[in-house]
């Protein structure tokens, strides 16, 4: 159970500072979706909470402030799992997810037991239990993609922030990752920030939604709130309408014009 606190937050990179003045509160085991136009500074925010890029202001989990954190100590709060990850590609993908327990391995080091049965349980759920013993340069695009998401779920931090986990994978796929991390969230508390390109799955999975443009908080709400055609015509220059699905799920269409 874990809450994360973004103070004030500004990122950026040698010459350009692409994310400002970002403020924003996620309790204990809630969902946050980040989205916004290519290039609005999606990634660059959770690369900055995750203390990956050059950042000013403040983020906070449980009150801690990660500034100043050994890396362990940090990886056991909070979980990433990235956009674009570089990948050793020779590496097996049960040892690949087994990296996830490093931060909890003792001084020497070895994972035990419940280590390798907590990554069997993950790959059974990914539907990559018949590809445990297979390198990673040999997966598909999905595949590997799961992969990544299962070494982000082994680590079990309380905050998991997730970069566009479902691209590249099927609608049942993307489905099935998001159901996983929906019921981690319920089984463990665990707190998720989400960058989601797909709307429909964003305004279905999230609680909230931090609309992002030009790298500051354009909008930010429940996805009713957030996701209006008249938002998704300013901010993505798009021609949207809000559909419902029978049980009343959102459903943002495109049409043409
Ligand atoms: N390593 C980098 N060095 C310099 N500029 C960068 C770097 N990474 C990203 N940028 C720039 O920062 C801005 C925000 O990029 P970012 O990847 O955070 O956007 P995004 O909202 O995640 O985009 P997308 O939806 O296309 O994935 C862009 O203009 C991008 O070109």
Redesign the pocket.
């Known amino acids: 159970m874990s809450s994360l606190e973004i103070r004030e937050l500004a990122a950026g990179?040698?010459r350009?500072t692409?994310v400002s003045e970002v403020t924003t509160t996620v309790g204990s085991g809630g969902w946050l979706g980040v989205i916004?136009p290519?290039?609005?500074?999606?990634?660059?925010l959770l690369k900055a909470v995750a203390g990956l890029v050059r950042h000013r202001g403040r983020v906070l989990v449980d009150g801690r402030e990660l500034a100043g954190l050994r890396r362990r100590e940090r990886a056991r709060l909070i979980g990433y799992a990235p956009?674009i990850p570089q990948l050793p590609v020779g590496m097996t993908v049960t040892d690949y997810v087994l990296l996830g327990r490093t931060p909890h391995l003792g001084p020497l080091g070895r994972e035990g037991r419940s280590d390798l049965d907590l990554v069997a349980g993950l790959l059974e759920r990914l539907d990559l239990g018949g590809l445990a013993d297979r390198t990673l340069a040999t997966l598909s695009g999905g595949e590997r993609q799961r992969t990544v998401l299962a070494r982000a779920l082994a680590q079990r931090a309380g905050v998991l922030l997730l970069d566009?986990p479902t691209t590249g994978l099927d609608i049942g796929h993307a489905q099935a990752l998001l159901d996983l991390v929906d019921e981690l969230r319920r089984e463990l508390g665990t707190t998720v920030v989400m960058?989601l390109?797909d709307l429909t799955l964003a305004a279905q999975y999230a609680e909230r939604l931090v609309l992002?443009d030009s790298g500051q908080v354009a909008a930010e709400g429940s996805p009713a709130e957030v996701l209006t055609p008249d938002a998704l015509s300013e901010r993505y220059a798009a021609r949207v309408t809000v559909l419902r699905t029978p049980d009343g799920s959102p459903v943002i269409a495109p049409f043409r014009g």
């Open positions: 990179y040698r350009s692409v916004g290519n290039g609005s500074g999606k990634s660059t956009q566009e960058t390109h992002l």
